[in-house]
């Protein structure tokens, strides 16, 4: 059976891939997987797409029988903390995250706020494939439940996981660069409330992102690290386009990469805690910059499958204080169960304030690495069959961990080789301390791969 869903949710291009009937259906879907007359939020980030394909997914809720709750144009944070804040059933978000313009998806939230896991959106496909679904009767169709702007009340939630105070009296300069995304929605007035001296880059929403793409690589922050720099500014802050993960550019005008961001909210977060023990999720492909910052805090790592909802399953069942990925996304217990990229922010600059540090200082105290980052084609139905393979081809003689692919761990740096969940390609990612070690470990994946390749073919 073809399935629809990956590791969280649905992308795809827009009018192909993605259509209106397609929403419509994975509505109508939701509704029979919920099995009786529930209310949904609904949340969508700026894309061109989003409105109609959220108004096409609320009509198959609808009429399955569930009530939609609309929060409108709204960061993903936004919609997980609100989901438990209003009591709704849960939520959904019209979003494609990082991907260029033409793409959009649809991602699935439970009750508490957090992100529909595989299984749960794998029963969701099965009612999406089965035929001839009957309808309910006309009485039974839902209704739109009014709702106000919520943006107030999550803005003076944020406020409270800090010291307000402190931060006013402090009065930091930052660039913010929302890239025509939802952070626009809420960043402006959330530094505003800190008394922080912003300049503002693209925070005003742009559903085509004309002025920078959603993704908040460095080459897409050149105007964003150039006015850090001319204006001699505290720090650069950008975020993605639904603006659940958020990356930082030095006083020096550096770009952070994401694995140095989750580092730095895991330090602030654990360095003071007194519960034991300390734990700290993350998964397989973030920096060993984050074992330095469990060394220092007498924490331990749980590491897991690459994607949100494996993080916050873990995070739940050990009942771990935070978690991150690799690009910049951090997830805190006790706020919401998604990653926060505007509560990020304020951690951050709370962490300047109480160490009385820059950024630049505070990220210098941990090690630099190195990362490479390759990909081989293969095709979907190969996958399972290549990654058998890669275990045999995998050197014997050093530390493995096969939670997602394979992860090989030397002395001196690793090299992670795994399937994509969304793409026909193996990903080889390596990391080392020396620029050169890290391209000879990305080499060595790369080979393992191609050897195992060429055995399949000629099997």
């Known amino acids: 059976m073809t399935r629809l869903f990956g590791t969280q ?8 891939e993605l259509t209106a009937s397609v929403a419509y259906d994975v509505g109508r879907a939701l509704a029979d997987y919920l099995e009786g ?3 949904i939020g609904l949340g969508w980030d700026s894309r061109q797409s989003s409105e109609m394909l959220g108004f096409a997914f609320s009509a198959g809720l609808m009429t399955g029988g569930c009530n939609v709750h609309i929060l409108g144009l709204v960061p993903t944070p936004l919609l ?8 709704l059933d849960g939520g959904v978000m019209i979003t494609a995250s990082h991907n260029p313009p033409e793409y959009n998806g649809i991602k699935l939230w439970g009750p508490d706020g957090a992100s529909f896991t595989m299984e749960m959106g794998r029963a969701v496909e099965d009612c999406y494939f089965v035929e001839d679904r009957p309808l309910p009767e006309w009485q039974a169709c839902g209704r739109l439940v009014p709702s106000e702007d919520f943006r107030l009340q999550y803005i003076e939630a944020l ?12 009065q930091f300069q930052v ?18 409330a800190i008394e922080v001296r912003t300049k503002l880059l693209y925070c005003e929403p742009d559903g085509l992102f004309s002025n920078r793409l959603p993704e908040p690589k460095e080459a897409n922050l050149q105007k ?5 720099k001319k204006n001699e500014l505290d720090v650069g802050m950008a975020w993605d386009g639904d603006a659940d993960r958020i990356i930082l550019i030095t006083n020096q005008g550096r770009y952070l990469m994401g694995d140095r961001v989750f580092a730095l909210a895991a330090y602030h977060s654990l360095r003071d805690l007194q519960e034991k023990p300390k734990r700290i999720v993350t998964q397989v492909a973030t920096s060993d910059v984050i074992h330095e910052v ?22 739940k069942s050990k009942n771990a204080v935070i978690g991150g990925e690799e690009n910049g996304g951090v997830i805190y217990r006790g706020w919401s169960w998604t990653r926060e990229g505007m509560l990020t922010a ?7 304030e109480l160490e009385d540090k820059s950024l630049e200082e505070l990220d210098s105290q941990f090690s630099t690495y190195h990362q490479v980052k390759e990909s081989v084609h293969c095709d979907l139905q190969e996958k399972d069959t290549l990654l058998e393979l890669i275990k045999e081809y995998a050197p014997s003689e050093v530390e493995c961990s096969t939670i997602d692919g394979i992860k090989v761990r030397y002395s001196d740096g690793w090299v992670l080789l795994r399937p994509s969940g969304t793409e026909p390609i193996f990903r080889v990612f390596a990391e080392a301390k020396t620029e050169t070690r890290a391209k000879t470990l990305v080499n060595q994946g790369l080979q393992i791969v191609s050897d195992a390749l060429g055995d399949m073919k000629t099997n």
């Open 175 to 192: 660039a913010a660069d929302c890239g025509g995304g939802a952070a626009a929605m809420v960043v402006p007035a959330l530094l505003n």
């Open 80 to 87: 997980s903390y609100a989901i438990p804040q209003l009591k």
């Open 294 to 315: 469990a060394l220092l805090v007498d924490a331990e790592i749980i590491e897991t499958r690459v994607g949100e909802p494996f993080i916050v399953q873990a995070m």
């Open 346 to 352: 304020l951690k951050i600059l709370e962490l300047m």
């Open 159 to 170: 406020l409270e996981q800090v010291n307000g105070q402190r931060l006013m009296k402090r």
């Open 9 to 16: 949710g649905f992308r795809g291009i827009v009018n192909r």
């Open 224 to 228: 964003l690290i150039q006015t850090v």
């Open 37 to 39: 007359p529930k209310t």
